[in-house]
């Protein structure tokens, strides 16, 4: 499924949160060959600083090939098929412009790097990334201090939320091969909005049945769906259904509720925008849920956002 794994590193202890589940995903797609990329920038300088800037450069790139080329080692040892790429840019310029020209299949890489966790739960740099690229992507907490990195990330429980499209649904063959080869739970969510009946003034208890009645319609619908979808996957499912008008709320405190390690979405569901990358709920996700997060779309393009320990 997976062939090529892209891994945006910038030699941050952040950065490197990723190589823990660079490891668990090269598991379930054996076959998938890894490239390592680091984008070094030049730097502004002036004065005396500006004569020693080829020097400078010149150490700045040694340095940075010498650490790609550690980090390669050491998943190859870990028996994985690795390459090191070294390029010169912006970060998520040349990130972006590497994925363009080569055929990646998942990127993976940590919500934060060498600048530091800061107040935002992303950093800029990843955001321009996750907006400005169309590939699945694994979207992994950075957390300190990091956790070794020759042990791969154990995913336990998988979240995986649909709204009854099929773009949505897009996600369900990775997810079954996630969960049937690590062993672990799959928990299919999807959140039914309250039915509401126009009114100008006091609803009626009429109107008031009504409109229970109708939640339940769709809350049995919504059952007799997830229920359906988890027959036809070959891993261990449970099925939550929830009524609320708040689905990212209810989606984050659903998985923190199943202690999920993964969270697997679609880009975009039922209410597509085209013009956008991401739709409003999986980007309020995005930013609120802690685990990490894969997302897909029915162009290939996902995130899989998981906890970074």
Known sequence: MIQHIMVPLDGSPLAECVLRHVLTVAKVFGAARVTLLRVVERSRQGGLDFALAPLRWHLQMAEA???LDQVAAHLTHLHLRVSAVLVEGKAAEGIAEYIAQSDVGLLILSTHGHSGLGPWSISGVVQKVILGTRVPTLLVRAHKPPAPRNRPALYRTILAPVDGSRRAECVLPM????ATTLGARVVLAHVIPHVALPHRASKTQQQLDLEHRLVEMSR????????????HMSSYVETRVIVSDDVAGSL???TQDQHADVVVLC???CTRAARW???T????IVHDVDSSMEITSPAAEAIIQSKGH
């Open 65 to 67: 090939k010498q650490y």
């Open 175 to 178: 997810l079954n091969s996630l």
């Open 281 to 284: 709920t999986p980007l309020l």
């Open 267 to 269: 880009a975009h569901g």
């Open 220 to 231: 049995d619908e919504g059952e007799r769906y997830v229920h359906h979808l988890a027959t």
């Open 277 to 279: 990358p991401y739709g």
């Open 252 to 254: 984050h405190g659903l």
